[in-house]
């Protein structure tokens, strides 16, 4: 179980294989575990870190800032820390917030960028600004259960689910409520066209929070075509592993060999 510091943290993460690094950043009410599938799954040849975000999973640290440029921040930190000056980077969620505003602070570091369930670029509806729900979803764990499954449609109820519901339920509500000022103040739009790394943008067809709409429009910043995944709701990288590693898989390839 390896930790880190890095910055005012003590960073949990996971790893697998060996080689070119490539950073994995997981979403809100999740942690490291959600990227399990998709290490067991990475090329030879490259090394996957997929850390605990501030607030979350086994990282331990204050409750300082939950601004996407300071989770950002965090990740580089932590490619410090790891001694990686160059890296690929994937983010899901709020996770694929973070990755892309590492790219636009850090673009000579990254070396190709890929997003999954990508937000919004234009700022989070206001409808959705709902810490009251978050805080409800704290404080009813069997209802958190319920919402997490309906974004993931297609993951089997298995030991493995519960498990990563149970990570997930015990990110800190700190957390949680400053997910909420943090994607509805994160407004990059244009800024995204800036980002020259090579890009992936990968989405779900049953998504019912990052609709097709949301992913073309992100996509259409980067200026790369949309991915949509017929059957996958809200994560790709537990609903369809083997597809979103093939298309990385690809990805990673073409710029190995540029």
């Known amino acids: 179980m390896p930790f880190e510091k890095a910055g005012d943290l003590r960073v949990h993460y996971l790893e697998a294989g060996a080689g070119e690094p490539v950073l994995f950043v997981h979403g809100n009410w999740a ?3 959600w990227w399990e599938p998709c290490l067991a ?5 490259y090394r996957g870190i ?12 204050p409750d300082s800032d939950y601004s996407i440029a300071a989770l950002a921040a965090d990740q580089l930190a932590l490619a410090d820390a790891l001694g990686f000056e160059r890296f ?3 983010g899901h969620s709020l ?5 892309m505003q590492a790219a636009l602070d850090a673009p000579s570091r990254i070396v190709t960028l890929t997003v999954i369930a990508p937000p919004w670029a234009d700022g989070m509806p206001q409808a959705l600004n709902r810490p009251d729900r978050q805080r409800m979803l704290k404080a009813q764990p069997q209802l958190l259960r319920m919402a997490l499954k309906a974004m993931a449609p297609s993951v089997p109820d298995d030991a493995f689910w519960r498990r990563l519901v149970d990570e997930g339920y015990a ?5 949680a409520v400053g ?7 994160w407004k990059p739009g244009d800024a995204l066209r800036a980002i020259k790394a090579p890009k992936l943008v990968i989405g779900g067809a049953r998504d019912p929070l990052i609709t ?3 992913v073309e429009r992100v996509a259409s910043l980067l200026g790369v075509a949309p991915v949509l995944l017929a059957g996958v709701g809200h994560s790709p990288n537990l609903e369809a592993p083997d597809t979103v590693m093939a298309l990385m898989a690809r990805q990673l390839g073409l710029a190995r060999a540029a």
């Open 50 to 61: 997929a850390p605990d975000m501030r607030g979350r999973g086994r990282t331990i640290g």
């Open 31 to 33: 942690s490291a575990g």
């Open 41 to 45: 799954r990475l090329p030879v040849g």
């Open 212 to 214: 097709p709409a949301v």
């Open 95 to 99: 996770g694929a917030a973070v990755a």
């Open 171 to 175: 990110q800190r509500i700190e957390a």
């Open 179 to 185: 997910n909420m000022l943090a994607l509805s103040s």
């Open 88 to 90: 690929h980077i994937v």
